[in-house]
């Protein structure tokens, strides 16, 4: 069974930037085929897709975020991180990593000086 748990600050200041790391256990990130994200949900929004990265490591990005995020991976911590820039009070969310068949439980970021 495969388990994603996320970590990282749960209050971020304005304009710095968030990081967000995401482990996986029980599966390796490098298995062919397996694609990892980031997704978020704002209070009272719906879900919104961020970024992801390839099995082979390859990334992408939404449009509307992508001037502000940055995604890596750590394969020998079968790890991913998400890096989210010049963060405002918008940001505020539950974010969730996921391999769309497994999801982490999510974790709060709340942006406020």
């Known amino acids: 069974q495969v388990q994603l748990q996320e970590s990282g600050p749960g209050l971020v200041t304005p304009s710095q930037t968030l990081s967000l790391t995401c482990t996986v256990s029980?599966?390796?990130?490098?298995?062919?085929?397996?694609?990892w994200a980031w997704i978020r949900q704002p209070p009272g929004k719906g879900l919104e897709w961020m970024a992801g990265?390839?099995?082979?490591?390859?990334?992408a990005y939404s449009p509307s975020l992508k001037s502000r995020t940055s995604i890596s991976r750590d394969t020998s911590k079968n790890q991913f991180t998400l890096q989210l820039s010049s963060v405002t009070p918008e940001d505020t969310a539950v974010y969730y990593c996921?391999?769309?068949?497994?999801w982490g439980q999510g974790t709060q970021v709340t942006v406020s000086s």
């Open positions: 990265i390839a099995y082979n490591g390859i990334p």
């Open positions: 996921s391999s769309y068949t497994y």
């Open positions: 029980g599966g390796s990130i490098t298995t062919n085929s397996y694609f």
